[in-house]
């Protein structure tokens, strides 16, 4: 079965870093996009990033201009787990990070994607 697992979130102060995992099974990860999205409390979903999971010169993620030069995907096709390299972080960037498989790289919720994790908290203090 298709499963999604998120992991490392926590709490942070502003400035500070993270790694997020996206932990995939059940289907072959590099045939398929990875979104990420996050919301904040009382806030819609907002697209963060995706990727085909393969990151490579031939596949350049896209990136929200939020999280532009501050955010990065990377991948381990061993344990066939998706990072989301968070830095700087910012208050703004509080909130529950999820991943999603995707049939294309929309940043849009509603299209191209058909599985989700359950989502990990990141906040960030002033």
């Known amino acids: 079965q298709v499963k999604l697992v998120e992991s490392g979130g926590g709490l942070v102060q502003s400035g500070g870093s993270l790694r997020l995992s996206c932990a995939a099974s059940?289907?072959?990860?590099?045939?398929?996009?990875i979104g990420w999205f996050r919301q904040a409390p009382g806030k819609e979903r907002e697209f963060v990033s995706c990727s085909i999971s393969s990151v490579s010169s031939d596949n350049i993620p896209t990136y929200a201009d939020s999280v532009k030069g501050r955010f990065s995907l990377s991948r381990d096709d061993a344990n066939k787990t998706v990072f989301l390299h968070m830095n700087t972080l910012k208050p703004e960037d509080t909130g529950i990070y999820y991943c999603a498989r995707g049939y294309y790289c929309s940043q849009n919720e509603n299209r191209g994607y058909d599985y989700w994790g359950q989502g990990t908290q990141v906040t960030v203090s002033s």
């Open positions: 059940g289907f072959v990860l590099d045939t398929y996009y």
